[in-house]
Nanobody, 124 residues
């Protein structure tokens, strides 16, 4: 099972930026579903952004135009650049992965590899 470790969370004012990183224990390249989820207090997990095998990146409507998902050339680090942050972006952010077998899971619970999360707080 792939080990995932997130970093880069913190506190920022509205309009600020953060870059989250997810270090994977093995190469994921184009064979995995690499996804960022978030969970705000009292709410369900929300799929934020994803690199699903070799498909175009996925973004939730709430973050389109503000967040960018990417990976390094070695295929072992996943990133989430978050710009123009808003208070509603406050949540615990998780990096998850699943080997691509023709489709990617939709639910957080269905991913076999999940990081411990990194907290993002946006407030003035």
């Amino acid at each position: 099972r792939m080990q995932l470790t997130e970093s880069g969370g913190g506190s920022v004012q509205p309009g600020g930026s953060l870059r989250l990183s997810c270090a994977a224990s093995e190469w994921f390249g184009g064979r995995f579903c690499m996804t960022w989820f978030r969970q705000a207090p009292g709410k369900e997990y929300e799929k934020v952004a994803a690199l699903e095998a070799l498909q175009s990146p996925f973004y939730a409507d709430s973050v389109k135009g503000r967040f960018v998902i990417s990976k390094d050339n070695m295929g072992m680090n996943l990133f989430l650049q978050m710009n123009d942050l808003k208070p509603e972006d406050t949540a615990m952010y998780y990096c998850v992965s699943q080997e691509y077998l023709g489709f990617c899971p939709r639910k957080f619970e269905d991913f076999t590899s999940r990081g411990q999360g990194t907290q993002v707080t946006v407030s003035s």
